[in-house]
T-cell receptor, first 110, second 115 residues
Framework: DAKTTQPTSMDCAEGRAANLPCNHS???????VYWYRQIHSQGPQYIIH???NNETNEMASLIITEDRKSSTLILPHATLRDTAVYYC???????????FGAGTTVTVRA | DAGVTQSPTHLIKTRGQQVTLRCSPI?????VSWYQQVLGQGPQFIFQ???????GRGNFPDRFSARQFPNYSSELNVNALLLGDSALYLC??????????????FGPGTRLTVT
């Protein structure tokens, strides 16, 4: 599996967009980029995934660079409830496991 | 629809004892995965079961075992508990396997403390 690199932590102001970077320079052509988050004392929650095109859903947007070596998760209007650890994961589509790293601890401040 | 449920919520055991953790997947989901999350780290994959068959196993000792029942619920068993087994144990279920991607839905976890 390709590995990912994320900043350890970042702060964000409530109501502003939060841009979470992820580096996956060794990603293979058949590997997708997944994002999960884990709010304190809860199980991880799926956010979004993509292969090479930008993706958007009700929670977030995912921007993947053309060379696919990095991506950015965008929370358009961060709220206090978005405070969590965010995990960027790369995996092939039919892989049975998720390989979590340490993630980015995002703190949204009022 | 109810999400993934796990029981018990919290558990305290003594070194050397055995523990059984239980998971009920989302209705219609046939695949269950187990993860261990030690404090301060991301979850680590232990097992995945699909249609009662083990599909994958992470780098965990044979003290860890699991099974899946005909109703797709699952149990994780850990024998000869060590202090290092203290962790949050997460269960995740996913929809029937298909060629395209599928996301895993996690339960709230069981907090195991070994003293």
């Amino acid at each position: 599996d390709a590995k990912t690199t994320q900043p350890t932590s970042m702060d964000c102001a409530e109501g502003r967009a939060a841009n979470l970077p992820c580096n996956h320079s060794t990603i293979s052509g058949n590997e997708y980029v997944y994002w999960y988050r884990q709010i304190h004392s809860q199980g991880p929650q799926y956010i979004i995934h993509g292969l090479k095109n930008n993706e958007t859903n009700e929670m977030a947007s995912l921007i993947i660079t053309e060379d696919r070596k990095s991506s950015t998760l965008i929370l358009p209007h961060a709220t206090l409830r978005d405070t969590a650890v965010y995990y960027c994961i790369v995996r092939v589509s039919n892989d049975y496991k998720l390989s979590f790293g340490a993630g980015t601890t995002v703190t949204v401040r009022a | 629809d109810a999400g993934v449920t796990q029981s018990p919520t919290h558990l305290i055991k003594t070194r050397g004892q055995q523990v059984t953790l239980r998971c009920s997947p989302i209705s219609g989901h046939k695949s269950v995965s187990w993860y261990q999350q030690v404090l301060g780290q991301g979850p680590q994959f232990i097992f995945q079961y699909y249609e009662k068959e083990e599909r994958g196993r992470g780098n965990f000792p044979d003290r860890f075992s699991a099974r899946q029942f005909p109703n797709y619920s699952s149990e994780l068993n850990v024998n000869a508990l060590l202090l290092g087994d203290s962790a949050l144990y997460l269960c995740a279920s996913s929809a029937p396997l298909r060629a395209s991607n599928y996301e895993q839905y996690f339960g709230p976890g069981t907090r195991l403390t070994v003293t």
